[in-house]
């Protein structure tokens, strides 16, 4: 089992470029939750997906958006990125309510 | 008042000292994680708990949902352990986690 696996890991953009995150969840699992977590700081909770809708979302503007495919993975959409956007992106996924499985994250640098 | 207390924030051991990190939080929760994050991001899940007691090798978690409280514990320290740890609660309304601050622990050979 290769567990939760992101890509890229590593992505570097322009401000006012948009970019796609990708999470392929650990098998059997059915619910993928976004976090960013800026430099120095705690993860912050994006929104979360089931059932390929969003069932709740964090405190983030709607330039970033996400979907969940039948298959369980998901993506992470961020448009017109801004250098505060800049971070460690994380994908968490767990099945009803069972422990959660990180990913190893991307960092997005956004110059 | 963050809802997620951790302490200490930063702790340096000697190997093989025993450790114990704290969380406190002050909301309803369903379960709450102890995850650990290397340097370069990813982060690991240490255990999941909801009540009692686990334990996992040197590492042992007890949770007293009542005084909403948590403590990690690392017995015999190793280097390897150098990570930041972090309490991540689940809230009883809904499924995401909320995060404590971590403790960046550093265990010295």
């Known amino acids: 089992d290769a567990g939760v696996t992101q890509s890229p890991t590593h992505l570097i953009k322009t401000r006012g470029q948009q970019v796609t995150l990708r999470c392929s969840p650990k098998s059997g699992h059915d619910t993928v939750s976004w976090y960013q977590q800026a430099l120095g700081q705690g993860p912050q909770f994006i929104f979360q997906y089931y059932e390929e809708e969003e069932r709740q979302r964090g405190n983030f503007p709607d330039r970033f958006s996400g979907h969940q495919f039948p298959n369980y993975s998901s993506e992470l959409n961020v448009n017109a990125l801004l250098l505060g956007d800049s971070a460690l992106y994380l994908c968490?996924?767990?099945?009803?309510?069972?422990?959660?499985?990180f990913g190893q994250g991307t960092r997005l640098t956004v110059v | 008042k963050n809802e997620v207390e951790q302490s200490p924030q930063n702790l340096t051991a000697q190997e093989g000292e025993f450790i114990t990190i704290n969380c406190s939080y002050s909301?309803?929760?369903?379960?709450l994680h102890w995850l650990q994050q290397h340097p370069g991001g990813g982060i690991v899940s240490l255990f999941m708990?909801?009540?009692g007691k686990k334990k996992h090798g040197r590492l042992i978690a007890t949770i007293n949902i009542q005084e909403k409280h948590s403590s990690l514990h690392i017995t015999a320290s190793h280097p390897r352990d150098s990570a930041v740890y972090i309490c991540a609660p689940k809230k009883s309304s809904g499924d995401k986690l909320t995060f404590g601050t971590g403790t960046r622990l550093a265990v010295r050979p």
């Open positions: 968490a996924s767990s099945y009803r309510v069972t422990e959660a499985f």
């Open positions: 909301v309803g929760i369903s379960a």
């Open positions: 708990l909801s009540s």
